[in-house]
Antibody, heavy 123, light 107 residues
């Protein structure tokens, strides 16, 4: 089955750190760029970060630049998001999502999503 | 690029149609996607390239527009279409940006 499964969400104090993970299965993980999108409780979708299939091209939203680091281990079919200096406004459900293989046709869209992992930043 | 969706909420009866709008603050050409998010679920891709349906998406879902004004039209609405619909631009990124969503209620 083609799927993405996130894990690692937790309750963290402001200023703390957390790493969330996403395991892909049923497809050749290393061929695909991957993305993190978050959704604060009751709010809309916010793009966080995207990384190329090889892992050498990361992109970040201004709101997380310098605090979050996206990475991947293609040998383990796993995507990571290391989150440092966490703030209350980082509280959200974090989704990982796959970028289609053919971005020239399908564009930088997200054709496969996980169910999300909840990160809560609170004292 | 700021994406603005309207209306914020739309209530429609089963069998009727609905028109959802998305406006961009800059020209996107056709680099726009639509997603459907049902309660308690992850979003799913409906439309890319402004008008191309993703695999498995029923023909009742129709995307149109280019430049700065886009529309998602859903015909013959069913109760299962109740969801929040988001547009997303990918013409000029980073950042990738989403609209704030339109909640569609079928009742």
């Amino acid at each position: 089955e083609v799927q993405l499964v996130e894990s690692g969400g937790d309750l963290v104090q402001p200023g703390g750190s957390l790493r969330v993970s996403c395991v892909g299965s049923g497809f050749t993980f290393s061929n695909y760029a991957m993305t993190w999108v978050r959704q604060a409780p009751g709010k809309g979708l916010e793009w966080v970060s995207t990384i190329s299939g090889s892992g050498d091209e990361p992109f970040y939203a201004d709101s997380v630049q310098g605090r979050f680091t996206i990475a991947r281990d293609n040998s383990q079919n796993t995507l990571f998001l290391q989150m440092n200096s966490l703030r209350a406004e980082d509280t959200a459900l974090y989704f990982c999502a796959r970028v289609p293989l053919d971005t020239d046709n399908s564009g930088w869209t997200f054709d496969l999503w996980g169910q999300g992992t909840l990160v809560t930043v609170s004292s | 690029i700021v994406m603005t969706q309207s209306p914020a909420t739309l209530s429609v009866s089963p069998g009727e149609g609905a028109t959802l709008s998305c406006r961009a603050s800059q020209n996107l050409s056709s680099h726009l996607a639509w997603y459907q998010q049902k309660p308690g679920q992850a979003p799913s891709l409906l439309i890319y390239g402004a008008s191309t349906r993703a695999p498995g998406v029923p023909a009742r879902f129709c995307g149109s527009g280019s430049g700065t004004d886009f529309t998602l039209t859903i015909s013959s609405l069913q109760s299962g279409d109740s969801a929040i619909y988001y547009c997303q631009q990918y013409n000029n990124w980073p950042p990738i940006t989403f609209g704030q969503g339109t909640r569609l209620d079928i009742k």
